[in-house]
T-cell receptor, first 112, second 111 residues
Framework: GAGVSQSPSNKVTEKGKDVELRCDPI?????LYWYRQSLGQGLEFLIY????????KSGLPSDRFSAERTGGSVSTLTIQRTQQEDSAVYLC??????????FGPGTRLTVT | RKEVEQDPGPFNVPEGATVAFNCTYS??????FFWYRQDCRKEPKLLMS???SGNEDGRFTAQLNRASQYISLLIRDSKLSDSATYLC????????????FGAGTRLFVKA
């Protein structure tokens, strides 16, 4: 079956611009996660959606970052007024009532 | 102190060697533990769960030591294809299925 998909795969943007990153989780998965990974670093937790519960936003680094999940499926991560330090790979994962997370291929964001 | 700490390595070992990684966690309330594998420029994938009694999957053995708050991963008879970054993962015991990832340990297996 289809795995987690993310778009775009690569995004180059100018400092100060807004960007939207999209995640399509595996159908039926109730949990969805966003992480950020800088070059050579580990995964930094950003936000976690679980069913209809309020999302856990404790990992968002600033108020420039926001995410929503519509209809319990597709999620969009928005970064406003991008900065160079936002450059990283943004990974989305989903899971079905377990801790086993299935990751998408990521979006590589470069802020120039 | 980070919630999950790992030796970043890299570990450089010859084929056939046995290699072990440790990972320490700070939250004594954590209940679930995992090892994920991440190949270069790829997404992480679950390698194995870590049970209280320890578990083995082929050449891979995972152990949990709750008293000392660490988990370990042992790889026997290393293969070239084992070269990857190994990520230690725990849950913060905050409800739901949120997880905390360590920064990873890099392994290079050489011919």
């Amino acid at each position: 079956g289809a795995g987690v998909s993310q778009s775009p795969s690569n995004k180059v943007t100018e400092k100060g611009k807004d960007v939207e990153l999209r995640c399509d989780p595996i159908s039926g998965h109730t949990a969805l996660y966003w992480y950020r990974q800088s070059l050579g670093q580990g995964l930094e937790f950003l936000i976690y959606f679980q069913g209809n519960s309020a999302p856990d936003k404790s990992g968002l680094p600033s108020d420039r970052f926001s995410a929503e999940r519509t209809g319990g499926s597709v999620s969009t991560l928005t970064i406003q007024r991008t900065q160079q330090e936002d450059s990283a790979v943004y990974l989305c994962a989903s899971s079905l009532k377990t801790y086993e997370q299935y990751f998408g291929p990521g979006t590589r964001l470069t802020v120039t | 102190r980070k919630e999950v700490e790992q030796d970043p390595g890299p570990f450089n070992v010859p084929e056939g060697a046995t290699v072990a990684f440790n990972c320490t966690y700070s939250n004594s309330a954590s209940q679930s533990f995992f090892w994920y594998r991440q190949d270069c420029r790829k997404e992480p994938k679950l390698l194995m769960s870590v049970y209280s009694s320890g578990n083995e999957d082929g050449r891979f053995t995972a152990q949990l030591n709750r008293a000392s708050q660490y988990i370990s991963l042992l790889i026997r008879d290393s293969k070239l294809s084992d070269s990857a970054t190994y990520l230690c993962v725990t849950d913060p015991n905050t409800g739901g299925f949120k997880t905390i990832f360590g920064a990873g340990t890099r392994l290079f297996v050489k011919a």
